[in-house]
């Protein structure tokens, strides 16, 4: 394990943070459990986008139903399971029963003749095989949305719990090593105990945005691929203001984590201190599955601190929130991010060197 010499006490505060951040970043990089969960990560989020985009366009027998008038129109079209229908009445019912995929009605005011009606979506490989694009109908555009905003609930929500879970649990391991191999007392020989902190949570942040970009840019390849390009226009501004209220969240959550885990000696005593901010983690993820289509929970989800990385991105997928208020929700974050990071460094710095039983709080906040 590299250790910062007392040779290096000259060191600039700022030389001293990135130090400590290379050392935490390298770490982890040689760490075999790492980069294999990270591997693993990685590549299931990229089957899991093109799976569910081939899905959408299952090419295998479509089955769809077809007025007498329109029987013309598909004729001549392979790959479809054809059940005929008087009218267009007819037709809807069939598709809102969900015993065909989509019906083709003859339509007058279309440029080709016709128009398919479908229930939540057309199928993408039926309009490719009619060749020509017909106008779209959909009779419950309501379940398409509920549908979307439930698997974006389920993707932010994961990918916070995750990122934040795994890093805020990592940062509060190494604390307690150190603090357990005496390793501590080498490093505040040579740096103060500000810099440490803050280069142990620069670190972390490194690589949890590095993750989270990774999956960004999978999402984006996967739906490029599949051709979901117009969910892909839907998701962009979303991940984008997922990624700038997750950096600002992860320092928030991970300053906490150094410092509860700090109260500490023994690794076995980590979830006394931490088990609350692991609950703060898991509420938005809860809170965002259950109630993604409730309009009240999302908005006040999107000005908690702690929920405000989940919340807001899933407003903004869902068109509900105006153009000020990730602004306003971002401000208080960033607030709460330093009021957080000053209060850590109060804990961490009254708690790193005490050894034996676990440090109360009023203790490690004294001046």
């Known amino acids: 394990m590299s250790t910062v010499r007392p040779a290096e006490r000259s060191l600039s505060a700022a030389q001293g943070v990135w130090l400590v951040a290379e050392r935490e970043i390298g770490s982890k990089l040689r760490s075999k459990a790492f980069v294999i969960s990270t591997v693993i990560l990685l590549v299931g989020a990229l089957a899991l986008v093109i799976w569910a985009g081939f899905q959408a366009s299952n090419s295998s027998g479509t089955p769809v139903a077809v007025t007498a ?3 013309r129109y598909v004729s001549a079209v392979d790959g479809l399971e054809v059940t005929d229908v008087a009218d267009r009445a007819e037709a809807e019912a069939l598709v809102s029963a969900g015993d065909v995929d989509a019906a083709i009605v003859a339509d007058a005011s279309s440029p080709t003749g016709f128009a398919v009606l479908a229930d939540t979506s057309a199928p993408t490989q ?15 555009p309501d379940d398409v949305n509920a549908a979307l905003g439930y698997i974006a609930a389920i993707g932010f929500g994961i990918v916070f719990l995750f990122a934040a879970s795994m890093f805020g649990g990592t940062i509060a391991q190494s604390v307690v090593e150190e603090k357990q191999t005496r390793v501590v007392e080498l490093l505040i020989s040579a740096i103060p105990v500000r810099v440490l902190l803050a280069g142990k949570v620069i670190g972390n942040t490194i690589l949890a945005m590095a993750q989270i970009l990774l999956l960004a840019a999978i999402a984006i390849v996967g739906l490029t691929v599949t051709d979901q390009t117009a969910l892909l226009q839907g998701l962009g501004a979303p991940i984008a203001w997922f990624a700038v209220f997750f950096l600002f969240g992860f320092i928030l959550l991970a300053s906490l984590f150094a410092a509860a885990a700090s109260m500490v000696s023994r690794m076995e005593d980590i979830g006394s201190t931490t088990t609350p901010l692991t609950m703060l983690i898991m509420a938005p993820y809860f809170l965002v599955i259950f109630f993604n289509d409730n309009p009240l929970v999302l908005a006040v989800m999107s000005y908690v601190p702690f929920s405000a990385p989940v919340g807001m991105p899933m407003r903004i997928f869902l068109g509900e929130a105006q153009w000020w208020e990730p602004l306003v929700s971002l401000a208080i974050l960033v607030a709460t991010c330093v009021a957080a990071i000053l209060v850590g460094a109060r804990i961490y710095e009254n708690s790193l060197l005490r050894m034996g039983g676990r440090v109360k709080l009023s203790e490690a906040l004294a001046r």
Do not use: C, M
Request: hydrophobic content about 55%; glycine content about 0%.
């Open 69 to 71: 008038d329109a029987t």
């Open 126 to 140: 039926l309009l490719l095989q009619l060749a020509q694009v017909p106008p779209v109908e959909l009779l419950s």
